[in-house]
């Protein structure tokens, strides 16, 4: 008999559950359920966390006791693909920090994994670990046969130098593979083989194959664990790829339509002869809407004008000058006189009381709408003359004799630009006004 002292941690793996979800549009995920015991003594005493944190102490070479049981297991070391990417590590809890990942000379990528408490004799956890990586470098195909699809992945999990009880394997194919056939290393017996399927999201022909395999007593060397693999083969149409894409694309298109016509129907139950008064009110809405775009229209326009007019009031051009202005004076009268014709074919739509609460003020801002409009017109004609005569003065101005005595007889007068200017401004508010009055119902 022979007896000498280990002080590693004695854990090992009682089961472990790897799912190797494979998509075509660029992405292989692995997700890894681990469930850890440690075999060594188990510890009877209870746990106290101080006397472990000296040993954090002791790493940067600070004098610190030593810790009460050496066999606890701290960490697992980790390889993993030079591809590998998105690493993710947690419990039931949530996301576990206390983890690293580094890449060395050769590009692998090494993760150093820490579990929330120190391992001891008789101790379980338990815990996630998750990777991508891309789909060119796990998943071939036939350039001679472009349906025919190689999947070529680690079968060992990543974590060196321990051993697995029960390691149990599913490989998520996309929906629609078929003449599915698994291979794996002679030298590993595959306990049990066996297929089936799983639903996920927007699976439209019976869910995702599925080819699962499990094996007892599971254990690979450091230096094979990314070289020991396994094969799946399929075949797959790529067409189908985009089945779920042309899905969504779809829905979101009826849903937006959808909203569009639900916004639009009018599905209460109108009663006798409401039907015609919110035809009236719709019709009234959307000519009132319409006069109101004519008229910035043609505030627009006359805004524009009265520039050209100042210009010519610095330096006349009158071949250029009287052209422009009898343009603009028949764009003034053809927009008025379209307003007008808007407002007599609709004034008994607006005369209709029931549309403005009981009221009247529908005829009323009709008809005063109207009277403007022809105001405007001739007054703009007067202005726009006036503007380009920097001469002109006012009636009122030409007129008025100076007061007798009167000490103010310096006093400024408008000129007949601003008094026309003034006026213009008060009429386009008004028409504006009026025509708002029309369009609220």
Partial sequence: MVHFSNQEHQTYFPS????????HWGNVAFKEAYELKHAGAAVTSAFNRVGFSWGDYRKRGMQAPENPVSTAMYEMNVVLPRTARNIYYRDEIGNISSSNARRDDKGYVLAQIRPRYPILGGWHADWEFSYDVPTRSALKSDPFDPTFYVLNVTMSPPIVRTYTRKMTVEVLLPEGAYDIKLHTPPNKVVTNEYRATRHSWLDFFGGRPTVGFEIDDFYVPEKQILQYK????????????????????????????????????????ARKGERKLLDMKEIALSVGRANLEKFDVLIGEMEQTVKRADAHARQPVKHKWEPYLENQLAKLKDITGALDKSLG??????????????????????????????????????????????????????????????????????????????????????????LRTLADL
Avoid at 259 to 265: D, K, N, P, T
Avoid at 414 to 425: H, N, T
């Fill in 345 to 434: 074919e609709h004034k008994s739509t607006y005369s209709e009381k029931s549309l403005y609460e009981g009221s009247d003020r529908g005829a009323k801002a009709c008809e005063s709408a109207r009277k403007l409009l022809k105001e405007y017109a001739e007054h703009q004609a007067k202005h726009l003359g006036a503007r380009a005569d920097p001469e002109a003065k006012t009636d009122a101005a030409a007129a008025a004799p100076a007061a007798k005595g009167d000490s103010k007889a310096g006093a400024r007068r408008l000129s007949a630009v601003e008094q026309l200017e003034g006026r213009a401004d008060q009429l386009e508010a008004d028409i504006s006004e009026a």
């Fill in 230 to 269: 396994f094969q799946v083969t399929y075949r797959f149409a790529g067409s189908q790829m985009f089945y779920e894409t042309v899905f969504l694309a779809g829905l979101i298109f009826l849903a937006f339509l959808s909203y569009i016509v639900v916004g639009r129907a009018n599905l209460r139950i």
């Fill in 16 to 23: 472990v559950k790897r799912d190797i979800e494979v998509s």
